[in-house]
């Protein structure tokens, strides 16, 4: 993961060196990255709520999701702008190839975009996380930097650049997005642990009051038959 942030964050200083910014008519590409599976908190909960706000503020944005939890429930509420989706994600631990994979999926179904908002999971602590995005701009709107005659780009290495900022943001956003998962899951059997270790305290403690009451019940009614005689 630490790699991947690297990675990702000397990419995003390229683009906010270079002044980048994208167009208020351009078009916008949404990429929530989520997972397959479950018993994981409310992570999934807090793409898909951060991805539903920036379809409220770009009604037109396209909207790729990869893994089926988001998908399931961003399906309810902005199925119209669902362009894509991938699953078996989150089964192993995140790879380049993976993402490179997704990416060339997305540049193969010509889904065209001026600006791409990878959302995604930061990961903080152990215990925290929170949702983020990470900007990924098409070759025309880079190439519109207010700096970017500081760079000597060729055509052909702005269109690689494209496709490995795009591959790169994935990356970073699955690497991300799997240890906050990691964690939540082991937070939450944590808690789900406890809340079974004080649940059988409960019910044992419950049965030994009943059995010592049925034990105290025949001793009385055993000195009282012997008294009887």
């Known amino acids: 993961m630490e790699i ?4 990702g964050s000397t990419q995003t200083a390229l683009f906010t060196n270079a002044d980048t910014k994208p167009t208020e008519e351009g078009t916008t590409l949404i990429i929530t990255v989520s997972s397959d599976r479950g018993l994981c908190g409310g992570i999934h909960s807090s793409v898909s709520k951060a991805s539903r706000k920036h379809v409220q503020e770009k009604p037109n944005s396209q909207v790729v999701v990869l893994g089926d939890k988001a998908k399931a429930q961003l399906s309810r509420t902005i199925r119209n702008n669902i362009r894509l989706s991938f699953n078996q994600i989150g089964k ?32 903080k602590s152990v215990i925290s996380y929170e949702a983020d995005t990470i900007p990924v701009f098409s070759e025309s709107t880079f190439s519109k930097s207010g700096n970017f005659d500081a760079y000597e780009v060729e ?6 650049l494209h496709e490995f900022a795009l ?9 991300e997005g799997h240890a906050s998962e990691m964690a939540s ?7 789900a642990t406890k809340n079974a ?11 030994n009051r009943g059995r010592q009451a049925v034990i105290t019940s025949e001793l009385i009614d055993i000195i009282t038959g012997a008294s009887a005689i």
């Open 4 to 7: 991947a942030r690297t990675f």
């Open 155 to 160: 055509d052909d290495v702005l269109e690689n």
């Open 92 to 123: 192993a631990t995140p790879t380049y190839t993976e993402a490179c994979a997704i990416a060339d999926t997305i540049l193969n179904e010509k889904i065209e975009f001026d600006q791409a908002i990878i959302v995604y999971n930061y990961f």
């Open 167 to 175: 591959a790169n943001s994935i990356y970073w956003g699955l690497a």
């Open 185 to 191: 899951k082991r937070s939450a059997m944590e808690n």
């Open 197 to 207: 270790g004080e649940m059988i305290d409960k019910l044992t403690l419950t049965y």
